[in-house]
């Protein structure tokens, strides 16, 4: 079992940064492939970035590509992510998962993760 505790949300005005973290426990996440969803209020969930656990290649969702960043720190068992250029739009509860058995073609998806977690809320002012 891994348990996944994100940190790191808050307000920020539009134009503004902010740096999600995600520290799993209950065994080592770092050959797991790592991501970071999203849902805003009365919407779906929406893919916002992975890292695929064999090339440790990234994938982004349009929408954030250039603005964000996601990193892995296997020394502290983390997965960060890295927000710039933040709008409104980007205003959601993010949530980080894990899983070690997906397929490339799958990394967007969020059914083919093990674990999450609770999520945390970032708020973004214009």
Do not use: H
């Amino acid at each position: 079992q891994v348990q996944l505790v994100e940190s790191g949300g808050g307000s920020v005005q539009a134009g503004g940064s902010l740096t999600l973290s995600c520290t799993a426990s209950g065994r080592s996440i770092s050959r797991d492939t790592v991501a970071w969803f999203r849902q805003a209020p009365g919407k779906e969930r929406e893919f916002v970035a992975a890292l695929w656990r064999s090339t440790g290649t990234s994938y982004y969702a349009d929408s954030v590509k250039g603005r964000f960043t996601i990193s892995r720190t296997n020394g502290k068992n983390m997965v960060s992510l890295q927000m710039n250029s933040l709008t409104p739009e980007d205003t959601a509860v993010y949530s980080c998962a894990t899983g070690s058995r997906l397929i490339l073609s799958t990394v967007r998806s969020g059914a083919a993760y093990d674990y999450w977690g609770q999520g945390t809320q970032v708020t973004v002012s214009s």
